[in-house]
């Protein structure tokens, strides 16, 4: 499970709103997957830390304490020692 | 297996020096394992890719942007040899080469195994059915003998 971070997480991490993180996470090279809940509906997307951060790293407002967060919500979701 | 050819290829293009240099600790170590574990059965045209599929790993991707030891280390043996297999493993095109160099081999030895036999013993075996046994475990019995 490779994809960890979802848009809320990185509306969240960087303080974006839902228009300005729009042109980011609308991106082709992003290729997210969709994961619904267990009652199904419209699931979440769910990127890649790899395919993000060369996205993210385009952007002014995009520091190294953003990066860090990211990383470390990334392994957490991985190992699953994150809700 | 990434959707895309070009996308691991683009994750190392966009390392910053701190990560290239730790991609290079990775490298050799995956490159050494790789050779421990497969000797020359993966072709050479292998290598390239194998590497865009590791940084685009995500434990070696984490590791090579914090410096983070806990899921991969560089340093550590048995790590590494799991984390080189499992890459190995995941790119078909790796697998289908060391089947096919497993192939190759199989079939030299078995040349060599039947061109060792006088024609009449060859004859006389093949007689008693017992030709394809013989040559399988003489197969069976090489393949392997050159990586103990």
Avoid: W
């Avoid at chain 2, 790789?34 to 070696?60: C, F, H, S, W």
């Amino acid at each position: 499970m490779d994809h960890t971070i979802s848009a809320r997480d990185i509306r969240k991490i960087c303080g974006l709103g839902d228009y300005a993180s729009r042109p980011i996470l609308s991106d082709p090279a992003l290729k997210p997957i969709k994961r619904s809940g267990p009652k199904g509906g419209n699931g979440l997307r769910f990127y890649r830390l790899a395919d993000l951060l060369r996205i993210l790293r385009r952007c002014d407002f995009f520091t190294q304490a953003m990066q860090d967060a990211l990383c470390a919500l990334d392994i957490q979701r991985r190992n699953g020692t994150h809700a | 297996m990434p959707s895309n050819f070009t996308d691991g290829r683009v994750t190392i293009d966009n390392f910053t020096s701190t990560e290239r240099s730790r991609f290079d600790a990775i490298k050799n170590a995956f490159l050494v394992q790789q050779a421990a574990l497969y000797g020359d059965r993966v072709a050479e045209i292998m290598t390239q890719p194998l590497l865009e599929d590791l940084a685009r790993d995500a434990r070696v991707f984490h590791h090579l942007v914090t410096g983070d030891c806990t899921e991969v280390d560089p340093e550590d043996r048995e790590t590494m040899q799991r984390i080189t297999k499992e890459v190995v493993e995941a790119n078909k095109f790796a697998v289908r080469s060391i089947e096919f160099s497993d192939e190759a081999r199989r079939r030299q030895l078995a040349d060599e195994y039947l061109n060792s036999l006088k024609p009449t013993q060859r004859i006389a075996f093949e007689r008693d059915g017992t030709l394809e046994d013989k040559t399988a475990s003489y197969v069976a019995e090489r393949l392997d003998a050159r990586f103990v």
